[in-house]
């Protein structure tokens, strides 16, 4: 207890400019004791500026005159007499990258805080006063920096605390009245402000990127294993086809099943490297977002819109984010081909060789490609299709070419078919639709049903309306609305009314969306699913002399 009341005599001695005892002690008006060197070098270094106490910021006209303090050098001596030294400060001197105190006038302490108004750096000590004295506690202070000059306007020796969008730079308030005269100025803060705002829609893309890239690993992973199923049931098949022939093909089953194999290596190896070129821009993308977040955490605005305009833009990515997983049945050519080979023997193995290897390497195992953007892009898919009089109800009108259909009063004079719809006034085309496949339908009618089918949807009774069953898809279109129908589950679409709809089918992705056409395209519903056959275009139409007409688009 007595050393810690020796440690206060110690303290109460030091001067708290140089926090070491004190050497020609001197006090002045306001009470307040230092080394006389200190405070003279402190008030000769204030410039023009009143003199002032270093502590309690009082200022002094005219400047004291100095003189020792007799009675406090002598204490100081008698404590130096009995071989007490001062006690150690608890403070941490400057080290090579350290921000130095700029009011610490013998051995400098590290600065803990950096003021944007003074342009100074203080240690803990001289930090005080910012939060005691009220005019000073309205500073902004923030982590040391060695860069406070940076802040300065070189023409005018002002705090520059404005900045000019004209030249995208920082300036002091007196630039505008001069070189920045007539530019597009705002303060620092409010520059900032709108810059940090659009950094923070910048990383909500990023972080919107990080999880689409995630779900696009993970739709890669399960493509992966769906190659892999489809693959290995493709051998097995492959292999029992082969045994019955063992004595005539054990060497083309052999090669086969090597084909298969090299080409599941192949496809497989194919998506495990975009796979890793997704893990790598998730990488790429969390080190940016880092970047930003560090950024944005800077508190001195100058070097945040100094380091702001050295961000490089964002990459766009190479690849397409729209990856879905097809049906499982990548190789399915090649168990039919191998079946033919059976029936064939001698023809096969001479001729139709060909075709089982050229089957296995056309395996289209590619992710699918995005769906196009533009009606241009569409059009490029688009076919020619006609509507099947064998499956056209007796109430419908086929005409131009069996292309239009109108709903008539009278019932029209059709033979007798197994395909014709018997309840529902409806229609399916006579094409078959199994890849990517784009019309337009032009529709003069309150309500029209357009949808695809499967060729074995019910013919007669309430399910064989086009959307109330599991075998068909459908969008009713309306005068005031749409609705989309599947296995007799309505679904309420909003969207632009227009008498011409597009129908955009790729059936292998499993998708289906529907447009609605005008000077520019609008989709209106997407249909995300598996097609296990081909699919055929229907037509429903309701009210008499409504029709709809499937557009010619080459």
């Avoid at 307040?32 to 002094?60: A, V």
């Avoid at 006209?61 to 404590?79: C, F, G, H, I, S």
């Amino acid at each position: 207890m007595a050393q810690k009341g020796v440690q206060l005599d110690q303290e109460s001695f030091s001067c708290s400019i140089c926090l070491d005892l004190l050497k020609d002690p001197v006090t002045i008006p306001c009470g307040h004791s230092y080394c006389m060197n200190c405070i003279k070098t402190y008030w000769d270094e204030g410039e023009k500026k009143l003199p002032s106490c270093p502590q309690c910021r009082e200022t002094f006209t005219p400047r004291p005159v100095l003189v020792k303090n007799t009675m406090l050098a002598d204490l100081v001596e008698q404590m130096k007499k009995t071989g007490l030294q001062a006690a150690p400060v608890d403070h941490c001197y400057t080290g090579p990258e350290d921000v130095a105190c700029d009011f610490c006038s013998a051995k400098k302490l590290k600065a803990i805080k950096s003021c944007l108004v003074c342009l100074a750096s203080y240690c803990e000590n001289h930090l005080q006063p910012h939060h005691d004295v009220a005019p000073l506690k309205k500073h902004k202070l923030v982590d040391p920096s060695k860069n406070l000059q940076d802040n300065i306007c070189p023409r005018h020796d002002e705090v520059m605390k404005m900045f000019c969008r004209t030249d995208q730079k920082c300036i002091c308030y007196l630039c505008p009245v001069d070189e920045h005269k007539g530019h597009d100025t705002v303060s620092a803060a409010a520059e900032r402000t709108e810059r940090q705002r659009e950094m923070e829609v910048s990383r909500q893309q990023i972080q919107k990127e990080i999880q689409d890239r995630k779900k696009d690993v993970k739709l890669l992973q399960q493509e992966v294993e769906a190659i892999n199923q489809s693959a290995d049931k493709t051998v097995e098949d492959s292999e029992e086809i082969f045994t019955e022939l063992i004595s005539l093909l054990q060497k083309r089953s052999s090669d086969v099943k090597q084909q298969i194999r090299s080409q599941q290596e192949t496809e497989v190896r194919r998506v495990r490297e975009l796979e890793e070129k997704l893990q790598q821009e998730i990488t790429d993308l969390k080190r940016r977002d880092t970047e930003m977040k560090q950024l944005t955490d800077t508190e001195d605005h100058n070097q945040f819109l100094q380091n702001y305009h050295s961000l490089s833009p964002l990459s766009e990515s190479t690849h397409s984010s729209s990856i879905s997983i097809r049906p499982l049945r990548y190789f399915q050519d090649v168990t039919a081909a191998v079946y033919e080979v059976r029936g064939r023997l001698q023809d096969i193995l001479r001729d139709t060789w060909t075709n089982i290897s050229l089957t296995i390497t056309d395996v289209d195992v590619l992710l699918p490609q995005p769906e196009p953007k533009s009606r241009a892009g569409f059009l490029k898919y688009s076919c020619e299709i006609t509507l099947d009089p064998n499956t056209v109800h007796t109430q419908l009108l086929l005409s131009e070419r069996n292309r239009k259909v109108t709903l008539m009063k009278k019932h029209q004079s059709y033979s007798d078919h197994p395909d014709r719809f018997i309840l529902v006034p409806q229609v399916l085309s006579r094409e078959s639709l199994t890849g990517r496949h784009y019309w337009e339908v032009e529709k003069k009618a309150d309500i029209v049903r357009l949808a695809v089918s499967y060729k074995n949807i019910s013919r007669s009774g309430k399910e064989s309306a086009f959307g109330l069953n599991d075998k068909s898809w459908s969008l009713r279109c309306s005068s005031d609305r749409y609705i989309f129908w599947y296995n007799n589950i309505r679904t309420p679409i909003s969207g632009p009314q227009t008498s011409r709809i597009g129908v955009y089918l790729d059936h292998r992705a499993g998708v289906l969306s529907f447009y609605s056409i005008s000077e520019t395209m609008t989709l209106l519903h997407r249909v995300q699913t598996t097609f296990t056959q081909p699919l055929y275009a229907g037509v429903w139409v309701d009210g008499s002399g409504a029709s709809a007409e499937l557009c010619k688009l080459k």
